[in-house]
């Protein structure tokens, strides 16, 4: 749980952050509180999924969603997911529901996307069990543009069934936008898939989903500097002063001869006794041994 | 004083900063330089009297070059740019060449001894046509001669001295196209005769002094022109009608057109399909190709022609070259199996031939492609032909008295794809005499290096060292060396060629002209597209070859049949080779190999479906094992999709075909009104990568996001897909991309604004690194990416390593969801770029530097440490001992760092990078219209000796020291016993 926490968090500020740079630039702060949408959707999955048909999650932190809001620069589109168990054709199976905003310059933006789900009929479930069996791979497919929905290209996206399911069937979105177009759609399990892929069946059968919309960054500017300080560097930027040295670091070479010849003169200075003295010690070891031979 | 001594070396050694450049002696000691031109289009004698024999070429890699008659060799050579296409060469004054390029648009005067440039013209050109260079051959020595340039419906007339337009002149509106002109002799007028939508003749008589037209006549011909011209004498044109079936002869005496159709078949009886004209110049005589043979042709008046020879092919017939007055001598080669004969003609008297010669070719250059003849004054003061002769190789030939003087494998101008071998492992058996000699040699040779290093050499000894160095045995021996510099480089040219050059010294160690990539009336339009590894035996490499894999297309289609050739890479010899029946779009070599170890692969053909070769049920098998892993994705770069794919068996699997279908698994759909794909790029397949994790300042650790699965894409604005300039900076964008080419996830994409293409882009590691201009700094730019992986952070708990709870050795699914980290920075460099690589080292430990083929056509190697997105303007204390440069907006060019250093790989196409068994050194090998060949150290050759080592020195160092420890032993012996005695 606490994991599981955590990695919102981390989803939290990372998406955050994300908007952050999408708004950045052109608009107010205000507008940033509101970009702060990305739908963490489905987070207390209905219990009795045939009640809620078709599913609509409660949705944290947000009033109406459906009602068109009072600015006239934004409207509400819809888009379909579709899905498709290994090789039968695509069905319906929820809608996204986002809302467009038009920009002074012209551009056109999506935000605050939710999602719902359609509830897994019988048909389907038998699919997606025989899908895990065989480790075949479940495909979902929403339009490349948003506007004139049954466009000509659909972004497909694919994911080996078996990793989906955990408690529930946990999935997670990652949708690519650029204007009203739909780029890439990053579609898969919440977290880690592991490998070998065990065959798991969830304890629910229903999606708990969870949407991001991204939309891209900008590089970092190539940073400039200051003609002086191009003059001051030649290339490899010898310009920048090294910083001052430890008296150690600098002499160290010429101090370690010199401790060297310190020692050797006070090792030669210290042998001259020390000669005297060893003299000595064989005499007295050898005068006692004398005296046992002659005992 | 030793320990002075010693300080003082120690300092000496900190403070020189060790360069990683050459010095001038050691050019040529690893790296060689090849020049070539590439296929002869036009060919140009010039006889000065004084002067060299030469002879000026133009080619198909628009190069101009004067080579030497005698040797072959290169006196000076211009190579235009990629798009100043070379369309007519012809001689000015006697002293210039002259170039018509650009589409009839550049026209540029040459000196013939040196090559310097001496005037330049630019010319207006209505509509891109075909355009025609005539120099007017005025007899008049010393008076301004003018060249005419016609394009479309213009005619300009030049000054040759200065290249100054004196009169220009529009002769119709409509769609003309000149074919011939010519000049009476003695005449002020010129005729220039030519097409008007292919259906119209017209010849105008122009006053060549101003350009006016004395006299114009017109004549329209139902059935059509198909834009080919013959003129055969001074009044009669002979063409070819649309369907190329009749023969048209036309006649403007005297402003009067009048037609002659003559049905081919019944001139020819065995005529089938199409005729060709060949642009032949002789008097009265036409020169007809049909699809068996070439035909000559009398044309004795307008309703009258005359079959005078049949050629069979192959065969080819030269230009004519004026010869005395009345006649024209021209050239007929024909061949016989592997011989060819040379017969020399006059164009008066056909039966007699001046010169019949044979020669004896080898089988590898294929047929006689075109030929230039050229004559000469012999000793005895008779006349002597001399003919050049293009083969279908590319190949150029000298030959003269029955033999060939010199051959050029101008062939290498146009390499297309490349791939390495190892060379054989040394068997045993090596004589003694051979062992004793080179002992011999070898303390010859580090007995002079020793004296070299001493300064006691003469300047002779020098030159003998240098000699020595150059001539290395070792590096030109054919065995494997324990260093793995010694390889073969297996190149496949344009022309279908394969040739393998020898690591050493870039000689060519053998070579084939595939026979299957030839002409033929399986393939007709046959096509090279690349060369794989197929077989690299490991396990049995004394008594195995490797092969190398062929893959070529019948035609430049898509939907064209395959060809897939295998080639024993030690002896040229082919082992198979076969037309498919199906499509060739994409060849995946897979990291398998099957019993024999030949490396499966797969073809995915026009209908996406995927075919596995080898066909051996042993490969199926193995493959079958592996297929759920197996992904791939095409680009389609003009629907702006990419797709993933896994495959999958419909219905049983036809053992003896193989072949699977595609399951679509994702899409990437770019918004085709605001991108277009530009670029793609990946990681080379075979590349090593040490170690995954990065250790950063403060002990810290990163890991690398590495896969095999990233694809780099950027996209540009379509507005600004064009040139530089093309687009303002708020119109041009580029989006750069990373993306997981198993579940098709965008791991990171980024915008730059005001960025434009062209785009080149290398993967390597965790790290992308592009090239693109940036409109609003006016400047190129280099940004790198570098992509971390955050799921791994966790490992670096110690405890959790000591407990074994990391996931370190946890299998890594793409299907996982990704949690990477990316970090980028741009920087401006200076050159433009055509081609960008990455060193390769066996083990991936060495540091890595990028090698950027420059606009100069030369190769620089920059330190990867200079594109560190880590780089900040104050790096930290840690940040310094880890190694980051100081922040800098641009990227230095330190001269010394070319790897080409004072040479240029003119035309510049492709860097390749190999590993050599020695960790610290790659191979490098540059193409274009030349070849360079080079091995590097990105980190400075850290595990081994350099190659100028000098043993000898070392051992004269041990036995002098030797010898000073026996002589202060025995000193010091002699007075310790004075001391005893004392």
Same mark, same amino acid.
């Given at each position: 749980?606490?994991?599981?926490?955590?990695?919102?968090?981390?989803?939290?500020?990372?998406?955050?952050?994300?908007?952050?740079?999408?708004?950045?630039?052109?608009?107010?702060?205000?507008?940033?509180?509101?970009?702060?949408?990305?739908?963490?959707?489905?987070?207390?999955?209905?219990?009795?999924?045939?009640?809620?048909?078709?599913?609509?999650?409660?949705?944290?932190?947000?009033?109406?969603?459906?009602?068109?809001?009072?600015?006239?620069?934004?409207?509400?589109?819809?888009?379909?997911?579709?899905?498709?168990?290994?090789?039968?054709?695509?069905?319906?199976?929820?809608?996204?529901?986002?809302?467009?905003?038009?920009?002074?310059?012209?551009?056109?933006?999506?935000?605050?996307?939710?999602?719902?789900?359609?509830?897994?009929?019988?048909?389907?479930?038998?699919?997606?069990?025989?899908?895990?069996?065989?480790?075949?791979?479940?495909?979902?497919?929403?339009?490349?543009?948003?506007?004139?929905?049954?466009?000509?290209?659909?972004?497909?996206?694919?994911?080996?069934?078996?990793?989906?399911?955990?408690?529930?069937?946990?999935?997670?979105?990652?949708?690519?936008?650029?204007?009203?177009?739909?780029?890439?759609?990053?579609?898969?399990?919440?977290?880690?898939?592991?490998?070998?892929?065990?065959?798991?069946?969830?304890?629910?059968?229903?999606?708990?989903?969870?949407?991001?919309?991204?939309?891209?960054?900008?590089?970092?500017?190539?940073?400039?500097?200051?003609?002086?300080?191009?003059?001051?560097?030649?290339?490899?930027?010898?310009?920048?002063?090294?910083?001052?040295?430890?008296?150690?670091?600098?002499?160290?070479?010429?101090?370690?001869?010199?401790?060297?010849?310190?020692?050797?003169?006070?090792?030669?200075?210290?042998?001259?006794?020390?000669?005297?003295?060893?003299?000595?010690?064989?005499?007295?070891?050898?005068?006692?041994?004398?005296?046992?031979?002659?005992? | 004083?030793?320990?002075?001594?010693?300080?003082?070396?120690?300092?000496?050694?900190?403070?020189?900063?060790?360069?990683?450049?050459?010095?001038?002696?050691?050019?040529?000691? !690893?790296?060689?330089?090849?020049?070539?031109?590439?296929?002869?289009?036009?060919?140009?004698?010039?006889?000065?009297?004084?002067?060299?024999?030469?002879?000026?070429?133009?080619?198909?890699?628009?190069?101009?070059?004067?080579?030497?008659?005698?040797?072959?060799?290169?006196?000076?050579?211009?190579?235009?740019?990629?798009?100043?296409?070379?369309?007519?060469?012809?001689?000015?004054?006697?002293?210039?060449?002259?170039?018509?390029?650009?589409?009839?648009?550049?026209?540029?005067?040459?000196?013939?001894?040196?090559?310097?440039?001496?005037?330049?013209?630019?010319?207006?050109?209505?509509?891109?046509?075909?355009?025609?260079?005539?120099?007017?051959?005025?007899?008049?020595?010393?008076?301004?001669?003018?060249?005419?340039?016609?394009?479309?419906?213009?005619?300009?007339?030049?000054?040759?001295?200065?290249?100054?337009?004196?009169?220009?002149?529009?002769?119709?509106?409509?769609?003309?196209?000149?074919?011939?002109?010519?000049?009476?002799?003695?005449?002020?007028?010129?005729?220039?005769?030519?097409?008007?939508?292919?259906?119209?003749?017209?010849?105008?008589?122009?006053?060549?002094?101003?350009?006016?037209?004395?006299?114009?006549?017109?004549?329209?011909?139902?059935?059509?022109?198909?834009?080919?011209?013959?003129?055969?004498?001074?009044?009669?044109?002979?063409?070819?009608?649309?369907?190329?079936?009749?023969?048209?002869?036309?006649?403007?005496?005297?402003?009067?057109?009048?037609?002659?159709?003559?049905?081919?078949?019944?001139?020819?009886?065995?005529?089938?399909?199409?005729?060709?004209?060949?642009?032949?110049?002789?008097?009265?005589?036409?020169?007809?190709?049909?699809?068996?043979?070439?035909?000559?042709?009398?044309?004795?008046?307008?309703?009258?022609?005359?079959?005078?020879?049949?050629?069979?092919?192959?065969?080819?017939?030269?230009?004519?070259?004026?010869?005395?007055?009345?006649?024209?001598?021209?050239?007929?080669?024909?061949?016989?199996?592997?011989?060819?004969?040379?017969?020399?003609?006059?164009?008066?008297?056909?039966?007699?031939?001046?010169?019949?010669?044979?020669?004896?070719?080898?089988?590898?250059?294929?047929?006689?492609?075109?030929?230039?003849?050229?004559?000469?004054?012999?000793?005895?003061?008779?006349?002597?032909?001399?003919?050049?002769?293009?083969?279908?190789?590319?190949?150029?030939?000298?030959?003269?008295?029955?033999?060939?003087?010199?051959?050029?494998?101008?062939?290498?101008?146009?390499?297309?794809?490349?791939?390495?071998?190892?060379?054989?492992?040394?068997?045993?058996?090596?004589?003694?005499?051979?062992?004793?000699?080179?002992?011999?040699?070898?303390?010859?040779?580090?007995?002079?290096?020793?004296?070299?290093?001493?300064?006691?050499?003469?300047?002779?000894?020098?030159?003998?060292?240098?000699?020595?160095?150059?001539?290395?045995?070792?590096?030109?021996?054919?065995?494997?060396?324990?260093?793995?510099?010694?390889?073969?480089?297996?190149?496949?040219?344009?022309?279908?060629?394969?040739?393998?050059?020898?690591?050493?010294?870039?000689?060519?160690?053998?070579?084939?002209?595939?026979?299957?990539?030839?002409?033929?009336?399986?393939?007709?339009?046959?096509?090279?597209?690349?060369?794989?590894?197929?077989?690299?035996?490991?396990?049995?490499?004394?008594?195995?070859?490797?092969?190398?894999?062929?893959?070529?297309?019948?035609?430049?289609?898509?939907?064209?049949?395959?060809?897939?050739?295998?080639?024993?890479?030690?002896?040229?010899?082919?082992?198979?080779?076969?037309?498919?029946?199906?499509?060739?779009?994409?060849?995946?070599?897979?990291?398998?190999?099957? !019993?024999?170890?030949?490396?499966?692969?797969?073809?995915?053909?026009?209908?996406?479906?995927?075919?596995?070769?080898?066909?051996?049920?042993?490969?199926?098998?193995?493959?079958?094992?592996?297929?759920?892993?197996?992904?791939?994705?095409?680009?389609?770069?003009?629907?702006?999709?990419?797709?993933?794919?896994?495959?999958?068996?419909?219905?049983?699997?036809?053992?003896?075909?193989?072949?699977?279908?595609?399951?679509?698994?994702?899409?990437?759909?770019?918004?085709?009104?605001?991108?277009?794909?530009?670029?793609?790029?990946?990681?080379?397949?075979?590349?090593?990568?040490?170690?995954?994790?990065?250790?950063?300042?403060?002990?810290?650790?990163?890991?690398?996001?590495?896969?095999?699965?990233?694809?780099?894409?950027?996209?540009?604005?379509?507005?600004?897909?064009?040139?530089?300039?093309?687009?303002?900076?708020?119109?041009?964008?580029?989006?750069?991309?990373?993306?997981?080419?198993?579940?098709?996830?965008?791991?990171?994409?980024?915008?730059?604004?005001?960025?434009?293409?062209?785009?080149?882009?290398?993967?390597?590691?965790?790290?992308?690194?592009?090239?693109?201009?940036?409109?609003?700094?006016?400047?190129?730019?280099?940004?790198?990416?570098?992509?971390?992986?955050?799921?791994?952070?966790?490992?670096?708990?110690?405890?959790?390593?000591?407990?074994?709870?990391?996931?370190?050795?946890?299998?890594?699914?793409?299907?996982?969801?990704?949690?990477?980290?990316?970090?980028?920075?741009?920087?401006?460099?200076?050159?433009?770029?055509? !081609?960008?690589?990455?060193?390769?080292?066996?083990?991936?430990?060495?540091?890595?530097?990028?090698?950027?083929?420059?606009?100069?056509?030369?190769?620089?190697?920059?330190?990867?440490?200079?594109?560190?997105?880590?780089?900040?303007?104050?790096?930290?204390?840690?940040?310094?001992?880890?190694?980051?440069?100081?922040?800098?907006?641009?990227?230095?060019?330190?001269?010394?760092?070319?790897?080409?250093?004072?040479?240029?790989?003119?035309?510049?196409?492709?860097?390749?990078?190999?590993?050599?068994?020695?960790?610290?050194?790659?191979?490098?090998?540059?193409?274009?219209?030349?070849?360079?060949?080079?091995?590097?150290?990105?980190?400075?050759?850290?595990?081994?000796?350099?190659?100028?080592?000098?043993?000898?020195?070392?051992?004269?160092?041990?036995?002098?020291?030797?010898?000073?420890?026996?002589?202060?032993?025995?000193?010091?012996?002699?007075?310790?016993?004075?001391?005893?005695?004392?």
């Amino acid at each position: 749980m606490g994991s599981s926490r955590g990695r919102s968090l981390v989803l939290f500020t990372l998406s955050t952050l994300l908007l952050v740079s999408i708004a950045g630039g052109f608009q107010s702060d205000e507008l940033l509180q509101d970009d702060e949408e990305f739908g963490l959707e489905g987070g207390r999955p209905a219990a009795d999924p045939a009640l809620s048909i078709p599913t609509r999650p409660p949705i944290r932190g947000r009033s109406d969603p459906d009602l068109p809001s009072g600015s006239p620069d934004s409207k509400s589109v819809q888009f379909s997911l579709e899905h498709r168990f290994g090789g039968s054709g695509f069905s319906p199976a929820g809608t996204f529901t986002a809302r467009l905003k038009s920009w002074s310059h012209g551009g056109q933006t999506l935000t605050k996307l939710r999602f719902s789900r359609n509830a897994l009929t019988e048909e389907e479930k038998g699919a997606f069990e025989r899908l895990l069996k065989e480790d075949g791979y479940y495909t979902i497919r929403v339009p490349s543009n948003v506007l004139n929905a049954p466009g000509k290209d659909f972004i497909v996206s694919s994911v080996r069934a078996r990793c989906i399911p955990r408690d529930s069937l946990d999935e997670h979105f990652v949708i690519h936008t650029d204007g009203v177009n739909i780029m890439a759609v990053n579609y898969g399990s919440a977290g880690a898939c592991q490998y070998p892929r065990m065959l798991k069946y969830p304890a629910k059968w229903s999606f708990t989903s969870f949407t991001v919309l991204k939309n891209s960054e900008q590089a970092p500017r190539t940073p400039t500097f200051a003609e002086e300080l191009l003059a001051g560097e030649d290339g490899l930027g010898e310009g920048v002063k090294p910083p001052e040295k430890s008296f150690w670091a600098k002499y160290w070479m010429y101090l370690i001869p010199l401790v060297f010849i310190v020692l050797n003169a006070m090792t030669q200075a210290m042998n001259m006794p020390e000669e005297q003295a060893a003299g000595q010690s064989t005499q007295a070891q050898r005068a006692p041994s004398t005296t046992v031979r002659r005992r | 004083m030793a320990i002075r001594a010693c300080l003082g070396l120690m300092i000496l050694l900190f403070s020189s900063t060790i360069s990683t450049a050459l010095f001038e002696d050691q050019v040529g000691l !690893s790296d060689w330089h090849q020049k070539y031109i590439g296929k002869v289009k036009h060919a140009i004698f010039h006889t000065q009297k004084t002067g060299r024999k030469r002879v000026v070429v133009s080619t198909e890699e628009n190069v101009l070059a004067s080579l030497d008659l005698r040797t072959g060799n290169i006196f000076w050579r211009h190579v235009l740019g990629k798009i100043d296409c070379i369309d007519q060469v012809d001689i000015a004054l006697g002293k210039y060449v002259v170039t018509l390029s650009s589409g009839g648009s550049i026209l540029r005067a040459w000196n013939l001894p040196d090559g310097q440039m001496i005037w330049e013209s630019i010319l207006q050109v209505s509509a891109p046509s075909k355009s025609l260079l005539h120099a007017l051959a005025n007899m008049n020595v010393g008076k301004d001669n003018l060249i005419l340039v016609f394009g479309g419906s213009l005619i300009h007339a030049l000054s040759s001295t200065d290249g100054q337009i004196v009169w220009r002149k529009e002769l119709s509106t409509n769609s003309l196209e000149i074919q011939q002109v010519f000049q009476p002799r003695d005449s002020d007028i010129f005729y220039a005769l030519g097409f008007i939508d292919s259906s119209e003749f017209v010849a105008y008589y122009v006053n060549y002094k101003n350009g006016e037209v004395l006299q114009q006549s017109k004549a329209s011909f139902k059935s059509g022109f198909c834009g080919e011209a013959s003129l055969s004498s001074n009044d009669v044109v002979v063409a070819l009608d649309a369907s190329r079936t009749y023969l048209v002869s036309i006649s403007f005496r005297n402003g009067v057109i009048t037609f002659q159709q003559t049905y081919i078949p019944d001139l020819i009886p065995e005529f089938s399909g199409k005729a060709t004209l060949l642009p032949s110049k002789y008097n009265g005589i036409l020169a007809v190709d049909i699809a068996s043979s070439i035909v000559l042709l009398r044309v004795k008046g307008v309703n009258e022609l005359e079959i005078i020879e049949k050629i069979n092919y192959p065969s080819a017939i030269s230009d004519a070259l004026p010869f005395s007055k009345e006649q024209q001598a021209f050239a007929i080669l024909q061949h016989d199996e592997s011989r060819i004969h040379i017969k020399v003609k006059f164009d008066t008297d056909l039966t007699n031939e001046v010169l019949k010669e044979t020669i004896q070719l080898d089988g590898q250059r294929g047929n006689v492609e075109k030929v230039f003849i050229n004559n000469y004054i012999r000793t005895d003061r008779t006349h002597g032909f001399r003919v050049l002769v293009v083969m279908e190789d590319h190949s150029l030939l000298l030959v003269q008295q029955g033999e060939i003087v010199w051959t050029r494998e101008d062939g290498l101008a146009s390499i297309v794809d490349s791939t390495t071998s190892e060379l054989p492992v040394e068997k045993e058996g090596v004589s003694v005499a051979e062992v004793e000699h080179s002992l011999f040699e070898w303390l010859k040779g580090h007995f002079l290096k020793l004296k070299g290093t001493l300064m006691l050499a003469s300047p002779d000894e020098v030159a003998a060292i240098q000699a020595i160095r150059l001539k290395s045995f070792e590096k030109n021996q054919m065995t494997r060396d324990h260093n793995g510099f010694r390889k073969l480089i297996i190149v496949l040219t344009r022309a279908g060629k394969i040739l393998a050059l020898h690591t050493g010294d870039g000689r060519v160690v053998w070579s084939v002209l595939l026979p299957v990539l030839r002409e033929s009336e399986t393939c007709g339009n046959p096509f090279v597209l690349n060369v794989y590894q197929w077989q690299v035996p490991h396990h049995r490499a004394m008594h195995e070859n490797p092969s190398v894999l062929v893959i070529g297309r019948c035609g430049h289609n898509f939907d064209a049949p395959g060809i897939f050739s295998i080639v024993d890479a030690y002896t040229g010899k082919v082992h198979n080779s076969l037309v498919l029946e199906h499509s060739v779009r994409h060849v995946m070599p897979l990291p398998l190999t099957d !019993s024999t170890e030949q490396h499966l692969h797969i073809v995915i053909d026009d209908n996406l479906h995927a075919h596995l070769y080898p066909k051996t049920s042993d490969a199926v098998k193995i493959f079958l094992d592996e297929m759920p892993n197996v992904f791939w994705y095409s680009v389609e770069v003009g629907k702006n999709i990419i797709k993933g794919y896994s495959l999958e068996i419909k219905g049983e699997l036809d053992m003896a075909e193989n072949v699977f279908q595609p399951k679509e698994l994702w899409s990437i759909v770019f918004p085709s009104e605001s991108e277009t794909i530009a670029l793609t790029a990946t990681r080379k397949m075979n590349e090593i990568v040490h170690t995954q994790a990065k250790i950063v300042a403060d002990q810290d650790v990163m890991y690398k996001y590495i896969s095999k699965n990233i694809l780099f894409v950027a996209t540009v604005a379509p507005k600004a897909s064009g040139e530089i300039g093309s687009a303002t900076p708020e119109e041009a964008w580029l989006y750069a991309y990373l993306i997981d080419t198993v579940s098709g996830r965008i791991l990171h994409r980024v915008s730059h604004q005001g960025a434009q293409g062209p785009i080149h882009a290398v993967v390597s590691e965790n790290w992308v690194v592009y090239h693109y201009f940036n409109l609003r700094a006016h400047r190129h730019e280099m940004s790198v990416i570098e992509i971390y992986d955050q799921s791994r952070e966790d490992n670096k708990d110690v405890w959790k390593l000591v407990l074994g709870k990391h996931n370190l050795t946890a299998p890594i699914s793409s299907y996982s969801k990704p949690d990477v980290t990316v970090k980028s920075q741009s920087y401006f460099f200076i050159h433009s770029v055509k !081609s960008m690589a990455v060193t390769a080292t066996a083990k991936g430990i060495t540091s890595k530097q990028l090698l950027i083929g420059t606009i100069g056509d030369q190769v620089l190697a920059l330190d990867k440490r200079f594109l560190d997105p880590r780089r900040s303007a104050n790096p930290t204390q840690s940040e310094k001992e880890e190694g980051i440069i100081p922040l800098t907006d641009s990227l230095p060019i330190v001269p010394q760092s070319y790897v080409t250093h004072a040479l240029q790989v003119e035309g510049l196409r492709g860097i390749v990078t190999t590993p050599a068994k020695l960790e610290s050194t790659t191979l490098v090998f540059s193409y274009g219209v030349d070849l360079f060949f080079t091995r590097i150290a990105p980190s400075r050759t850290y595990d081994s000796l350099t190659e100028d080592f000098s043993y000898a020195l070392l051992l004269l160092t041990i036995v002098a020291l030797v010898a000073a420890l026996l002589v202060t032993w025995a000193l010091s012996e002699r007075k310790e016993l004075r001391e005893k005695w004392r």
